[in-house]
């Protein structure tokens, strides 16, 4: 007999999982959607934010205090990034900007970890793991949390760009470079606070993915699990980021847990990049990309 | 100012039903100006029927009829959004039409398959430039040859005797366009290092290789110097004399395409409204003062 | 407008097989005869070895990347494919000789080159260099897991078998640094050919303009399927290589995604649709390293340990690879053609 309630816990606890890839891709499409750079790098400020918060806190900061400065770090990261790298970059094709991230994700690593040592760190942010039992299938709390946290995050941002005025010149850049460069706005301005916020979005992944592997050096592969994400949403959606999230993060379970068997075990790695490919040659610009019509 | 003439849905009515009919009754009657022969629709190198495009509810293309005579410099003109790349893009097999058909001599396409083209006898150039910017100029003419590559890529690498005989009978055809189109001195540099000008010519150059039959040309003369418009439709003309190819070209510079050009098809919000000998449409007041002057203006800005 | 695949590609063709043929047969004098000769076996072990490896790997990617414009993350893993297939050709095939061995080896990593290069029909960019991540971690996978891959060992390590040919045996690191020496030499040889052939032009065609290389008929899918299959059967040889000439024990981790970045880098140093700058860049990398550790030993004595060692090395190649792509996009190969361009020309006016 097939056993439903697994299947929901299996199911519940995918979704959950897939928050956490969503919140990392959300990083990228903010990046991608108003400079059309695929931001390899967005893995490793995610290191670098929590292995910078982990290591103030360990050396006696208050957890505030710690946030904040991480905070203002990871602000100050993505302006020299947008200084140093992108400006110069400036209208080459999306692919080169793209190995130039792969080499500021290196930077980023070494940097990070030769500023504060390659040890595993634990993070405590006072949230415990014990299951919550809801009519017998068990969900975890810090998932829950972690779900709660990236819902909030998105709403912010939601709001942040329907309200204020960079978050409307945000619009208008992702909508339109040249159009906006026309009528007189400032696309570094815009691009500075676009790599602010993937800062902060790094901080708060960051932190929960740090609270849940351990801050170490693997964190920055967090960015492999949110690429397939984003194929499957579309590299310009925040929706599709959060729909493909929860998409891949359920399906990967579900794999693992009903397929994987017939492969003895471990085909994570490899499953949801499969499933995006599928998705792939049949809709080349991911569920909610926008589809570009070619010019010739 | 001159664009109100066509804003009115009744003008564009009143050109649409005199275009189509006596247009092409005045073409299959006339003999056409220059050495091109009497355009007889049997022997059309190519010919567009019933065409109609449209890209989500916009409709790029209305009911385009048009027949081109082997031998024949037929220019396509209109202002921006008429719908001439598009046409191009039909003909091509990049568009996929909603109706219609395209023949080129005895074969009808529901979608031209663009990579049968240059069986086809049948090149292009593109309206921004397309060419390879990493290889030589030489390389790029000899590009043109591609598709008569039979050998395989062992064989190349082999240099078996066919691949070798292929590849010498190919570079000499590239040398003769070259020589054609005095690109001698330019023969081995990069041409994404090249001036825009000549960077035309050697489009023109990979396209000619292959001594097509027909010939499309995408605003052959968009964005270069008045002296290298001259030179280029000398090349253009010459190709036709010299090669007996047949030309469509879509242009915005009516001057160029009046002393150019043996007819003229002029199309507006899809609708072809106008087709004939430059005389008659540089005497058609209405299509003058509805396009020519407008799109000569704000088109040359954009052009670049 | 220095559009990254713009490279110079036709002049290193044209003018360094004309001009250069004398210097080429003086650096296979000089890897034949003097490197043997006065060469430590450190040098040839632990540097020309490898070298040789990854810039025949190089090479390979740069008939992907550089030449045909298809980015692809999953190099390692065409190492992967060629360095097992070997392996296991050797193991059940008993009587094959090791030449048909390293071909057919090859030719197996050309065939998963093609699977994963189907997509390539319709995907471009990222998508397409996101989707060859599945090429890296699918197979990295399925070595770990399918102990048949590996003759049934738990971690799926494999020792390499002694290279020999007919009566001669190449064990010694002088044997092993001739036979990748040579190896290296014929694909590399052969690779030119192709890329001076029609169908080296359609892979630059469909690299610069797509749309116009399908107008002239240049077969698309067929280009595209053979630029993944030459160039996974070139990086298979070189994982051929990295097994049976260098490592000699290898395991599927050793064939991880920083092995594929590191390919990548090569390429983008050296020098983007350049033989040349394969080379180059593979020498690069496996010099710097070791340049760098000298350094910061005799700066910061005993603190500069293999940590810091590794993290520093991290950040100079990402900062060099930022750098060029900014700088020179052309790569190591355009700086050292313009040095040997001003010195002549400095000489020149001084006569």
């Known amino acids: 007999m097939f056993d439903y309630q697994f299947l929901i816990e299996v199911l519940v606890g995918g979704l959950l999982s897939g928050v956490m890839y969503s919140l990392v ?53 993505g302006i020299t990034i947008e200084r140093t790298v992108l400006r110069p ?22 940097a990070a970890q030769l500023l504060w040592g390659t040890q595993v760190h634990g993070l405590e942010i006072g949230v415990s793991d014990i299951p919550f039992d809801i009519g017998g299938v068990f969900i975890s709390r810090f998932d829950l949390f972690a779900a709660g946290v990236a819902g909030s995050l998105v709403a912010l941002f939601t709001l942040f760009f329907r309200y204020t005025r960079t978050g409307l010149a945000f619009r208008a850049v992702a909508d339109d470079q040249f159009a906006a460069l026309a009528v007189g706005l400032r696309l570094p301005r815009v691009w500075a606070a676009v790599w602010t916020a993937a800062g902060i979005v790094a901080l708060v992944a960051g932190l929960l993915w740090g609270a849940r592997l351990g801050v170490q050096f693997s964190l920055s592969l967090v960015v492999l699990k949110a690429l397939p994400v984003l194929v499957l949403g579309g590299f310009d959606s925040i929706t599709g980021a959060i729909v493909g999230g929860l998409l891949i993060g359920a399906i990967e379970k579900l794999a693992e847990v009903y397929v994987g068997p017939f492969f003895g075990g471990g085909i994570e790695a490899w499953a949801a990049y499969v499933v995006a490919l599928a998705l792939l040659l049949v809709r080349p610009s991911g569920l909610f990309g926008q589809k570009l019509v070619e010019r010739v | 100012m001159l664009l109100s003439g066509l804003t009115t849905p009744l ?3 009143a050109l649409e039903t005199w275009a189509p009919g006596t247009a092409r009754q005045v073409l299959a009657a006339e003999p056409s100006g220059a050495s091109a022969p009497v ?23 209305r009911d385009i009829d048009l027949d081109v005579a082997e031998g024949e410099i037929r220019a396509v003109i209109g202002p921006n959004g008429a719908g001439k790349s598009s046409l191009l893009n039909v003909v091509s097999g990049l568009y996929r039409p909603d109706q219609g058909e395209v023949w080129f001599g005895d074969h009808a396409f529901r979608q031209v398959p663009t990579a049968q083209l240059a069986r086809h006898g049948v090149a292009r150039t593109f309206q921004n430039l397309a060419l390879f910017k990493g290889l030589s ?37 590239a040398e003769d366009v070259i020589g054609f189109l005095h690109l001698q001195e330019v023969r ?31 605003e052959p003369f968009a964005g270069v110097t008045l002296s290298e418009k001259q030179e280029l439709a000398q090349h253009v003309r010459g190709a036709r004399d010299c090669y007996g190819t047949t030309i469509v070209l879509i242009e915005h510079d009516i001057g160029i395409v009046m002393d150019l050009s043996d007819h003229i098809a002029v199309l507006d919000y899809g609708r072809k409204i106008a087709d004939g000998p430059p005389a008659e449409i540089r005497a058609n007041q209405a299509v003058i003062d509805a396009y020519l002057g407008v799109a000569h203006e704000d088109e040359t800005e954009l052009a670049i | 407008m220095t559009v990254i695949t713009e490279t110079a590609s036709a002049p290193a063709r044209s003018t360094w097989l004309t001009a250069n043929v004398a210097g080429l047969v003086l650096l296979l004098l000089l890897g034949y005869g003097l490197v043997p000769l006065i060469g430590s076996d450190y040098l040839m072990d632990a540097v020309l070895t490898p070298f040789l490896a990854l810039a025949l790997a190089a090479v390979g990617l740069n008939v992907l990347t550089g030449y045909a414009g298809q980015v692809s993350l999953g190099s390692a893993a065409f190492l992967a494919v060629g360095a097992y297939a070997a392996y296991n050709l050797n193991l059940r095939l008993p009587g094959l000789p090791l030449l048909a061995n390293l071909v057919l080896a090859g030719g197996i990593a050309a065939a998963v080159g093609i699977v994963f290069g189907l997509p390539s029909l319709r995907l471009r960019g990222f998508y397409l260099a996101v989707s060859t991540l599945a090429a890296q971690f699918f197979v990295q996978w399925a070595l770990t897991k399918f102990g048949w891959f590996s003759n049934d060992n738990a971690s799926g390590v494999i020792d390499a078998p002694v290279i020999r ?55 698309l899918l067929r280009t595209k399927l053979l630029a993944f299959g030459v160039s996974s059967f070139l990086i298979g040889v070189a994982g051929v290589l990295w097994a049976f000439a260098y490592l000699r024990t290898v395991e599927p981790a050793g064939f991880n995604l920083d092995r594929s970045f590191q390919i990548l880098f090569i390429i983008i140093i050296g020098g983007l649709a350049s033989l040349r700058g394969a080379f180059i860049g ?32 991290r950040i100079v190649i990402g900062a060099l690879i930022i750098a060029f792509l900014i700088a020179e996009p052309r790569g190591l190969v355009a700086l050292i053609d313009r040095a040997v361009a001003a010195t002549r020309r400095f000489r020149s006016t001084r006569s």
């Open chain 2, 188 to 218: 081995d540099r990069i041409a994404g290092t090249l001036p825009y000008g000549l960077q035309k010519r050697v489009e023109l150059a990979r396209a000619l290789v292959a001594r097509p039959r027909l010939l499309l040309l995408d």
């Open chain 1, 25 to 77: 891709a959300i990083g990228f499409v903010l990046i991608y959607k108003t400079s059309g750079v695929l931001n390899f790098a967005q893995g490793a400020m995610l290191l670098f934010a929590a292995l910078t918060f982990v290591s103030l806190v360990e050396r006696g900061t208050p957890f505030a205090l710690a946030l904040l400065a991480t905070l203002a770090i990871m602000v100050l990261l």
């Open chain 2, 11 to 13: 003008d564009v009515l």
């Open chain 1, 89 to 110: 970059l400036i209208n080459q094709p999306p692919i080169t900007l793209f190995m130039a991230t792969l080499g500021l994700s290196y930077v980023i690593e070494g």
């Open chain 2, 39 to 61: 355009a007889d629709g049997a022997r059309a190198v190519l010919r567009l029927a019933n065409i109609s495009l449209s890209f989500g509810g916009l409709a790029a293309l």
């Open chain 3, 165 to 219: 040919i007919g009566s001669l045996t190449f064990s010694s690191a002088t044997g092993r640094y001739v036979f990748s020496l040579t190896t290296v030499a014929i694909a590399t040889a052969l690779t030119a050919r192709l890329l001076a052939s029609q169908t080296g032009r359609n892979f630059i065609a469909v690299r610069d303009h797509e749309v116009a290389a399908k107008v002239i008929g240049v077969p």
């Open chain 3, 282 to 313: 593979a020498a690069f990398i496996v010099v710097f390293p070791l340049l760098l550790s000298r350094l910061g030993a005799a700066v910061l004595g005993s603190l500069f340990d293999s940590g810091v060692l590794e993290m520093s090395q």
């Open chain 2, 137 to 173: 100029v030489f390389d790029n003419v000899l590009m043109g040859l591609a598709h008569r590559v039979r050998a395989g890529f062992i064989r190349q690498v082999v240099g078996t005797p066919l691949a070798r005989r292929i590849e010498a009978e190919n570079r000499a055809a």
